[in-house]
């Protein structure tokens, strides 16, 4: 298995990348972080692909998230009982309809035919601080789902599902970087997808029950997720699961100030492999970029040597 490190149990993090696009160097970042606070906790550190959307999630770019780690020198741990040593969400889908089914039952989702374009037009929506559209509380079904049973061609599973949260209510945690956060059911978000109607779990949905299974005890990743743990705190408390700490870490910019993102094309760890571009000058540039987190690592934990071999070629 490529990339295993030698760790000892107790902590577990996790790589979660997505393979809808080329890994950029905001990607390499979070991972870096992630690697370093794995070595310093002398823990685990697991590689999840989290390729739900089918339209986009390639098999080229899972092994192209593969070659790009090695190439980093950013390492995982293999998990006992995946035959590539790291799980992959498609391949979870009927843990995922189980669950769908038993939220159901319990009364914290609900099916929700509203489109886009009703829940922007309608009256009561209003935006988030960060710009989000908030789900009403008036387009919520009332339907009671205690005693259902799905139908037998599955037709359940192709509509969206909506989580209920509690309007009105602040959902406080603890963020290792940034200090105590506070979201506010209703005003920050509202009610959230926990299905979509392409048959596969969102990501809400996911990543907590992933987690859950993977032992995952610190989620590290990116600062924009940071409203995405308010949501996923209502889960775990209905789901009587412990959740994990929380680091979320600053977003790379490029020298316009603009968040890397594979949305707006950012530059791939893949075009500086392919313009012969060796690890260490890549580390070096996100270094001078100002992300003081990538020096640590690689004092840390980073082992150069191939790709010092590579400079003196």
Same mark, same amino acid.
């Given at each position: 298995m490529r990339n295993q490190r030698v760790s000892q149990p107790g902590y577990v993090g996790r790589l979660a990348p997505t393979p809808s696009g080329w890994l950029h160097s905001g990607h390499a970042c979070t991972f870096a972080l992630?690697?370093?606070?794995?070595?310093?906790?002398?823990?685990?550190?697991?590689?999840?692909?989290? &390729?739900?959307?089918?339209?986009?999630?390639?098999r080229e770019y899972v092994d192209g998230i593969l070659d790009d780690l090695e190439w980093l020198g950013i390492g995982w741990d293999p998990q006992p009982g995946y035959a590539r040593g790291f799980v992959q969400q498609s391949e979870q889908l009927d843990r995922y309809q189980q669950e769908l089914v038993r939220w159901a039952r319990a009364g914290w989702i609900y099916p929700s035919q509203v489109s886009r374009r009703e829940l922007r037009e309608h009256p009561s929506a209003q935006l988030s601080p960060d710009g989000e559209i908030v789900f009403p509380p008036e387009l919520r079904e009332a339907e009671?789902?205690?005693?259902?049973?799905? &139908? !037998?061609?599955?037709?359940?599973?192709?509509?969206?599902?909506?989580?209920?949260?509690?309007?009105?209510?602040?959902?406080?945690?603890?963020?290792?970087?940034?200090?105590?956060?506070?979201?506010?059911?209703?005003?920050?978000f509202g009610d959230f997808l926990v299905w979509s109607k392409d048959g596969m779990p969102a990501y809400e949905m996911a990543v907590v029950l992933d987690d859950i299974q993977g032992g995952i005890n610190e989620v590290v990743r990116g600062e924009d997720l940071l409203v995405s743990t308010a949501r996923q705190l209502l889960v775990?408390?209905?789901?009587?699961?412990?959740?994990? !700490?929380?680091y979320h870490g600053p977003l790379v910019k490029d020298a316009k100030g603009v968040r890397l993102a594979k949305s707006f094309d950012s530059e791939s760890i893949r075009s500086y492999r392919e313009r012969g571009w060796t690890a260490v000058q890549f580390w070096e540039k996100i270094k001078a970029m100002g992300f003081p987190e990538v020096a640590d690592w690689m004092d840390n934990c980073w082992d150069g040597s191939e790709a010092r071999r590579?400079?003196?070629?």
């Open positions: 992630a690697s370093l606070r794995a070595r310093q906790a002398g823990g685990l550190l697991r590689l999840r692909i989290e &390729d739900l959307d089918l339209n986009r999630c390639k009671c789902l205690q005693d259902w049973t799905p &139908d !037998s061609d599955g037709n359940c599973f192709r509509m969206n599902w909506r989580w209920k949260v509690p309007f009105g209510e602040a959902v406080r945690f603890h963020d290792l970087r940034s200090g105590s956060k506070s979201y506010v059911a209703g005003r920050d775990y408390e209905k789901l009587g699961c412990p959740p994990p !700490s929380w590579d400079d003196r070629v």
